[in-house]
């Protein structure tokens, strides 16, 4: 099963992205994970993708799109993989198409969670992240165990540069200039499906499985 999450910045994606593979046994591969990963280690990767990051603004589509094609021809993704945060513009959407199409293949679900603009700067200030495994949680409604401490490897959690409230508002232009038309586009292939996402996240999931199967 190939999915692909839409959804404005802090929407839940990553979230959701997580739960699905953990189900269905796929990979959830996160182009804003792997660009993190990148500047944690300081890698060249990493020090390009930042000075866009920090703006709350897209990397390049030549950068992302080689790093997202290598993944999924990665072993693990054979049986299918939830991409979050990719595609986020037409031309990556294009690409990824063209590569799946010429194995014979093809995304299977675009799901759009949809939180409206108001919600998402209360949720950025709120998300706490490690950066060593990826996981996320909210001071208010996903709190970890110790404060400051992720639950699953011990690693110290962090308030990503991204969130601040002036970047949270670049990204949702961003979002709402380049990526939204993703909506559209998937539509019209017949594979959208757009869930609730201001639910509780345990219902947003259920909404996912009843579209999953
Ligand atoms: P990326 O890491 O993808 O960030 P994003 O799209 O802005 O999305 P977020 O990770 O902020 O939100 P999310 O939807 O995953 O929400 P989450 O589940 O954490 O990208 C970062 C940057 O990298 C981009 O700005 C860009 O520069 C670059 N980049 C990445 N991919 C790129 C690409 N393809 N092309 C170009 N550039 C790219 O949830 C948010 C918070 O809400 C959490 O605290 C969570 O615990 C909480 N929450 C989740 N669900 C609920 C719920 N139902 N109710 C209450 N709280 C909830
Ligand atoms: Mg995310
Ligand atoms: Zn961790």
Redesign the pocket.
């Known amino acids: 099963m190939k999915i692909i999450m839409l ?1 404005a ?8 992205a997580k739960m699905i593979a953990e189900k269905y046994g796929i990979p959830h591969v ?4 792997i ?2 990963a990148n500047i944690k280690n300081g890698t060249k990767l990493g020090l390009e ?1 930042k000075k ?2 920090d703006q ?4 390049p ?1 030549e950068l ?1 799109v080689k790093i ?1 094609l290598d993944r999924v021809a990665q072993p693990d993704c054979e049986r299918g993989y939830v991409l ?6 037409i031309p ?1 959407a294009e690409v990824l198409d063209e590569a799946l199409n010429k194995l014979g293949d093809a995304i299977d679900y675009a799901i759009n ?1 949809e939180v409206p603009d108001e919600n998402i700067i209360r ?2 200030s ?3 992240a490690c950066v060593s495994c990826g996981a ?3 001071v208010e ?2 709190p970890p165990r110790q404060e400051g401490v992720c639950d699953k490897c011990g690693q110290d959690l962090i308030l990503r540069d ?1 969130d601040k409230p002036e970047t949270v508002q670049n ?1 949702l232009k ?1 979002y709402h200039d380049q990526t939204k038309p993703l909506i559209d586009f998937y539509s019209g292939k017949g594979i959208l499906r757009t869930v609730d ?5 345990k219902d ?1 999931f259920d909404a996912i499985e009843a579209i999953l199967g």
């Open positions: 959804g910045p802090g929407a839940g994606k990553g979230t959701q996160s182009t804003g994970d660009f993190r993708a866009y990051m709350g603004l897209l990397v589509d992302t997202l979050d945060g990719f595609p986020r513009t990556q969670v949720r950025m709120g998300r706490r996320t949680y909210h409604h996903i991204d990204r961003v996402g201001t639910v509780d996240m947003v």
